[in-house]
C-alpha cells in the first residue's frame, strides 16, 4: 500500500517536473539572440591591449585600426572604419556598422582622436575591466548551473534511493511485524 502511495508521489513529481522543463524550453525559444553573441568568444581584451600596445609605439590610429582588421579574423570590420576615417569621415559614422563587441575600443579611441591625448592607458583600463566583466559573468553561470542541476539529480536520485534503499528494509521488516 505504502509502495503504491510511493509510487505516485514519484510520478507526480516527474510529471511536474516535465511540464516545468516543457514551459522552460517554450520560453527559451523566446530569447533574443544577443544571449548567443555574448556567448561567442570575441577578442575584444586582446584588440584593447593590442591597440594600447600600437599607440604606446607611436602608430597612428588609422593604421591600428587597419592593423587589427588584418590581422585579427573576427575584427575585419575596422579595416572599414580606417578606411572611413581616412576619406575624412566622421567618427560616429565610420563606426556606425562595426559590432556591438568593438563598442570599448571605439569609446578609447575616440578619446585619443578628439583629443589628442595618449589614450594606452584607457585601453589598457577598459581590457582589464572586459576581463572582470567575464570572469564574473562565468561564476554567475556556474551557479546558475549549480542550482539548475539540483531539480534533476533530485528527480532521478531521490527515487532510486527509495526504492533501492527503503523498500527493501520495508520489505526485510514486514515479516519480522
Not at 602608430?59 to 591600428?64: A, D, S, V, Y
Not at 575584427?75 to 572604419?81: G, I, K, R, W, Y
Not at 556598422?97 to 578619446?111: G, H, T
Not at 539529480?153 to 532510486?160: E, K
Request: aromatic share 6%.
Amino acid at each position: 500500500m505504502t509502495f503504491l502511495a510511493l509510487c505516485c508521489a514519484v510520478a507526480a513529481v516527474l510529471l511536474v517536473f516535465s511540464s516545468y522543463e516543457r514551459r522552460r524550453g517554450a520560453l527559451s525559444l523566446k530569447r533574443p539572440q544577443t544571449q548567443i553573441t555574448d556567448i561567442q568568444n570575441q577578442p575584444v581584451e586582446l584588440i584593447l591591449d593590442v591597440s594600447a600596445s600600437l599607440l604606446d609605439s607611436g602608430m597612428p590610429i588609422k593604421e591600428i585600426l587597419d592593423t587589427l582588421g588584418r590581422c585579427v579574423p573576427q575584427s575585419a570590420q575596422l579595416c572599414t572604419v580606417a578606411r572611413c576615417l581616412e576619406m575624412n569621415m566622421e567618427w560616429d559614422k565610420a563606426w556606425h556598422s562595426s559590432p556591438d563587441w568593438l563598442r570599448p575600443l571605439e569609446k578609447a579611441l575616440r578619446f585619443a582622436h578628439v583629443t589628442g591625448a595618449p589614450a594606452a592607458s584607457l585601453l589598457r583600463n577598459a581590457a582589464a575591466l572586459q576581463r572582470r566583466e567575464r570572469s564574473q559573468k562565468v561564476a554567475r553561470l556556474g551557479a546558475q548551473f549549480g542550482t539548475r542541476l539540483v531539480l534533476p539529480l533530485g528527480a532521478c536520485a531521490l527515487p532510486a534511493f527509495i526504492a533501492l534503499g527503503v523498500v527493501p528494509l520495508i520489505i526485510a521488516l514486514l515479516p519480522g511485524l
